[in-house]
Each structure stands twice: as structure tokens, then as C-alpha cells.
């Protein structure tokens, strides 16, 4: 058993040459959050409570603190990323969306570029899927949908 307190000191320990203290405070809840199936709320009031740790959690938290220690990002460490608060599989395979694709996405649908019942949107071998999975779910006008995601790339 390890106190939470304990493992965020040397979660910090061991990445403060890799990153800022804001990201590594954001690393460390959605880490913590991922592998603790819990909101980041819940692990904020579990860290100022210094709960203790399962050893098999301990296990889990110090695999994943070793690939991030090894500059992996925090998206491939968990397998998964949030694009307009929704959950898409994420892998060295795929792109991790990035904050101006939402901004693209988000001009698109507030521009209503879509709202004609004539438009089709593809989107093929793109990744996560994430744009158009967005589009289509935000947009109920959008008739025509095709998605291709080439899924070989998210199972590996």
C-alpha cells in the first residue's frame, strides 16, 4: 500500500524535467481519474484526504509513470483522448486530436457549412474518426455519413 500523497511526490519527482508544474498536475488527474475509474473531483478530495493505494493500482500507476517518463503522451499511456467531451480510442497508430481540430470543428458546425441536406462528409482513414463522428452527432440535418476508420490501426 502506498499513500496517494506519496505517489503524487514522486510522480513529480520523476517528470519535473519533462514538464511544467500545470501539466504535470493535469497528467497526474487524468492519469489518476483513467486507472481509478473516478473523476478528476474525486481525486483532487482523495489527494487532500492522503487515501492509500492498492498495490495493484500501485503497479498500474508506476507502469504508466515509466512510459510517461519515456515521453509518451498521456493520451497513449491511458488509449484514449476527449474530443467535444466524448471518448475516442487513441494508439501510436492514430493522431492525437488536437485543440485547433476542435476549433475547426467547432467553426464548422457554428457556421452552419453543413446544414444543407445535400452535403456528404467523408471521412476516411483519418485516424480516431474524431472529426466526423463530431460533425455527424452535433449535426442531426446531416443525412449522408460515411465513415472509414481504419480500425487495424486501433487494435494493434
Known amino acids: ?5 506519496k505517489f503524487y511526490i514522486l510522480f513529480n519527482n520523476h517528470l519535473k524535467k519533462l514538464y511544467s508544474k500545470l501539466e504535470l498536475d493535469n497528467i497526474f488527474f487524468i492519469l489518476l481519474s483513467h486507472i481509478m475509474k473516478c473523476d478528476k473531483t474525486t481525486v483532487f478530495f482523495k489527494l487532500i484526504n492522503n487515501e492509500q493505494i492498492n498495490n495493484f493500482v500501485i503497479k498500474q500507476l508506476i507502469r504508466k509513470l515509466w512510459e510517461l517518463k519515456h515521453n509518451r503522451p498521456i493520451q497513449y499511456v491511458i488509449g484514449c483522448t476527449y474530443f467535444f467531451g466524448m471518448k475516442f480510442i487513441v494508439n501510436e ?32 482513414c483519418t485516424g480516431s474518426g474524431c472529426i466526423g463522428i463530431t460533425i455527424k452527432k452535433k449535426n442531426q440535418i446531416l443525412k449522408k455519413f460515411i465513415l472509414l476508420i481504419y480500425l487495424k490501426k486501433l487494435l494493434k
Open 93 to 124: 497508430q492514430v493522431f492525437i486530436p488536437r485543440p485547433e481540430t476542435e476549433q475547426l470543428v467547432s467553426w464548422i458546425l457554428k457556421n452552419k457549412m453543413i446544414n444543407n441536406k445535400n452535403v456528404q462528409i467523408f471521412d476516411l
Open 1 to 5: 500500500m502506498m499513500y496517494i500523497y
